[in-house]
């Protein structure tokens, strides 16, 4: 007989923002300032437990107990590169699994987070658009990650949890996961959840630009813009979402988003492929469109993967060009790679997630589910 597994029906406050806390414990009786009690319970002082929360009185510890859980995803494995960059893989369900990867650095610790299990968009140099799209991932999914990286990884030395910045860069688009994204981002800036300012928080995006024009007025953190080409023809290529939502288009929603606070730049990710964006014409067409404009460019050297036919641009190369778009008066970085022996580099997350799930549930003498 095969047993049937117990599907807990209570409410995970994981991912609950303090509004939505406030609304649970009217709900079953209680002070709305509950709410910030137990935001700063699960989200400050790493509260595993109902029972931890000795604030609360034994009988309101007893009734959550029965009705609520703190539940965080589950984790299949952990790795941790030679540079101390560390990979989470957590379990998502049906054989799948999303990646979140933490990256340390003198005086910070920034927490690479995922918002999907996939991705739609099909960008044809990253990994986890060869893995193609499986859902959206919750706000306790979502938020856990950082929750599990507080819990687990050591204080930096000022005694500051180890997660100082989040980047909304691992796997999906976030902005085509909204109605979760926003929860996750109101709870780390939250005074009772992470208290992160607005300007150690990074949602990055292909362009979608109708939810790019309401983060801007919902929610407007530090943004990040995945332009990859400095034209029409050859992004419609490297980023499809392009086809619908044309450079000239999405840069004029991100203007309109930099307006709306004060000394706010954007910054623009482009990764440097050999032989396909990486020219001193293309560097040239690139400093055009954003010469002028709040503007930063974030140069990403490609991180190759099985299956994919992208070679990264060579060394003198990239300094070329970062040289040309800085003799044009862009503030112009090359990002350092970071984890790539473990595939924790930007833009490999992902590659036979399905099949490792596997692996790893197999070693853990657990099945994988199936569809």
Same mark, same amino acid.
């Given at each position: ?58 009988a ?7 009705v ?28 799948q ?27 044809s ?11 959206n ?5 979502i ?14 030395a000022?005694g ?5 910045n ?43 630009v ?17 332009l ?5 023809a050859?992004?419609?290529? @490297? #980023?499809?979402?392009? $086809? ?8 004029? =929603? /991100?203007?309109?988003? %930099?307006? &709306? ?68 008066? @862009? #503030?112009?970085?090359? $990002? ?8 924790? =580099? /930007?833009?490999?997350? %992902?590659? &036979? ?19």
């Amino acid at each position: 007989m095969i047993p049937v597994r117990k599907v807990d029906t209570r409410t995970n406050l994981l991912g609950l923002t303090e509004s939505q806390l406030r609304n649970f414990f009217a709900e079953i009786g209680e002070k709305p300032f509950r709410a910030r009690q137990v935001l700063q319970w699960i989200h400050q002082r790493n509260a595993a437990t109902f029972e931890e929360m000795t604030d609360l009185s034994k009988a309101l510890r007893s009734q959550l107990d029965s009705v609520a859980s703190i539940t965080l995803p589950g984790v299949i494995s952990e790795q941790t590169s030679a540079d101390g960059t560390v990979k989470w893989l957590f379990e998502s369900g049906a054989g799948q699994a999303v990646e979140t990867v933490f990256i340390p650095e003198p005086g910070r610790g920034t927490l690479c987070i995922s918002s999907q299990v996939g991705c739609a968009l099909d960008c044809s140099f990253c990994a986890t658009g060869a893995q193609g799209f499986n859902r959206n991932l919750d706000v306790a999914e979502i938020i856990g990650q950082v929750a599990h990286a507080n819990r687990n990884l050591a204080a930096r030395a000022n005694g500051q949890p180890a997660v100082s910045n989040v980047v909304f860069m691992g796997m999906g688009e976030p902005l085509a996961n909204y109605r979760n994204v926003i929860p996750t981002l109101e709870i780390l800036l939250s005074d009772f959840g992470y208290g992160l300012s607005r300007r150690r928080i990074t949602v990055s995006t292909s362009g979608i630009v109708p939810q790019l024009e309401k983060l801007g007025d919902d929610c407007n953190v530090s943004l990040a813009v995945s332009l990859h080409a400095p034209d029409d023809a050859l992004r419609d290529v @490297l #980023v499809p979402i392009n $086809r619908v939502h044309p450079i000239a288009t999405l840069l004029d =929603a /991100c203007w309109r988003y %930099a307006a &709306k606070r004060a000394n706010r730049f954007i910054t623009f990710e482009y990764v440097m492929l050999r032989d396909v964006n990486d020219s001193l014409q293309h560097a040239d067409k690139l400093a055009t469109l954003l010469t002028g404009r709040p503007a930063k460019i974030n140069l990403i050297p490609f991180n190759p993967f099985t299956g994919n036919d992208y070679a990264r641009s060579r060394t003198r190369t990239i300094e070329q060009f970062q040289g040309r778009l800085r003799q044009r008066g @862009l #503030v112009a970085t090359t $990002r350092r790679t970071r984890g790539d022996d473990i595939d924790a =580099a /930007c833009g490999q997350l %992902a590659g &036979k997630v399905r099949d490792r799930v596997r692996v790893r549930l197999r070693e853990k003498g657990r099945k994988p589910a199936t569809r």
